[in-house]
C-alpha cells in the first residue's frame, strides 16, 4: 500500500493498523519513496509474555527494580 506523507500526519493510526494486519505501507514524500511502515515480527510479543514489567531503558538498568516508585520519587520536587 502508498500512503503521502500527509496521509501519514492525518491518519497515522489507520496506517498502523494496516501494518498490524501485515501489510507494508510505502511512505511516499513529493512523489518519491520516503519511507516504509511493516510490522513488527514476535519481539514485542515474547518481550509481553516474560512478565516483566520492566521494559526499554529500563530493562537492563539496575538501580531501579522498581520504575512507579522511582518515577514518583524524581517528581516529588515538583509538587
Known amino acids: 500500500?502508498?500512503?503521502?506523507?500527509?496521509?501519514?500526519?492525518?491518519?497515522?493510526?489507520?496506517?498502523?493498523?494496516t501494518a498490524r494486519?501485515?501489510?507494508?505501507?510505502?511512505?511516499?514524500?513529493r512523489g518519491k519513496p520516503y519511507a516504509k511502515l511493516v510490522p513488527?515480527?514476535?519481539?514485542?510479543?515474547?518481550?509481553q509474555n516474560?512478565?516483566?514489567?520492566?521494559f526499554g531503558m529500563w530493562a537492563d538498568n539496575s538501580e531501579v527494580s522498581d520504575v512507579e516508585a522511582f518515577v514518583d520519587?524524581?517528581?516529588?520536587s515538583r509538587i
Do not use: P, Q
Open 73 to 76: 520519587s524524581a517528581r516529588e
Open 50 to 54: 516474560l512478565g516483566n514489567h520492566l
Open 40 to 47: 513488527v515480527t514476535g519481539e514485542i510479543d515474547s518481550a
Open 1 to 17: 500500500m502508498k500512503a503521502t506523507a500527509k496521509d501519514l500526519r492525518f491518519h497515522s493510526k489507520e496506517l498502523l493498523d
Open 21 to 29: 494486519r501485515g501489510e507494508e505501507v510505502l511512505i511516499t514524500y
